[in-house]
């Protein structure tokens, strides 16, 4: 079964830095999709990016961005010039068939 | 707007009293499921409905019923609630299930005493 493992419970970041969430995964597929989610506090589940795993280029939202490694099965986030905004949860997920599997989250903190 | 409501947003209850936990979209998608949302754990699927005909049992269905009676609405059925379903829990809906683009409810924030 694919697993997706977070191993940042919390990260903290300084305003207009950048900082970098971890996410790796656990698969025998060879083609995939690869997202991270956001969950402010008001709970809403909001799509920050998504990575099809064919494309060996690495997805890039705005200030947001992947550090897409497969063979490591590594699927960083980098959030740039961070914003208060930022301040969330970030969950990674993975799809498998017909259903999202998801990590634990990592609570980021922005500091001004 | 386009959106996934649920209803309701919030829910205390006691042991054993039925409840269910609406959820609806105008989006016309064919797929929808439900997570529920547990520290530490992330979101786990309870059930999926692919369409009106097929509905199947996610990772942790023990406790929960669903019916896909009409494309909009997919509501969860908790027959006997027990303190270890107190959790937050999520409606989603898609166009089809390659989830390529997943849109999410805002939530009902669930407490079994």
């Known amino acids: 079964a694919q697993t997706v493992t977070q191993s940042q419970p919390e990260m903290s970041v300084q305003e207009a830095e950048t900082v970098t969430l971890s996410c790796t995964y656990d698969?025998?597929?060879?083609?995939?999709?690869l997202f991270w989610y956001k969950q402010p506090p008001s709970r809403q589940m909001i799509l920050v990016i998504r990575q099809e795993a064919y494309k060996q280029q690495n997805a890039t939202e705005n200030r947001f961005s992947v550090n897409f490694q497969k063979a490591a099965k590594s699927f960083s986030l980098k959030i740039s010039d961070s914003q208060l905004g930022d301040a969330a949860m970030y969950f990674c997920a993975y799809r498998s068939v017909i259903k999202l599997v998801f990590g634990a989250g990592t609570i980021l903190r922005v500091k001004s | 707007e386009a959106q996934v409501t649920q209803n309701p947003r919030y829910l205390i209850t006691v042991t054993g009293k039925k409840l269910t936990v609406t959820c609806s979209q105008n989006?016309?998608?064919?797929?929808m499921s439900w997570y529920r949302q547990d520290p530490g754990l992330g979101l786990r699927q309870i059930y999926y409905?692919?369409?009106?005909?097929?509905?199947d049992k996610g990772d942790v269905p023990e406790g929960y019923k669903v019916s896909r009676k009409e494309k909009r609405n997919f509501p969860l059925i908790l027959e006997s609630p027990s303190p270890n379903q107190t959790s937050l829990y999520f409606c989603?809906?898609?166009?089809?299930?390659?989830?390529?683009?997943?849109?999410f409810g805002p939530g009902t924030r669930l407490t079994v005493t």
């Open positions: 989603a809906s898609s166009i089809t299930g390659t989830l390529l683009e997943q849109y």
């Open positions: 989006m016309n998608h064919e797929y």
């Open positions: 698969t025998s597929e060879s083609d995939y999709y």
């Open positions: 409905s692919m369409n009106v005909e097929v509905t």
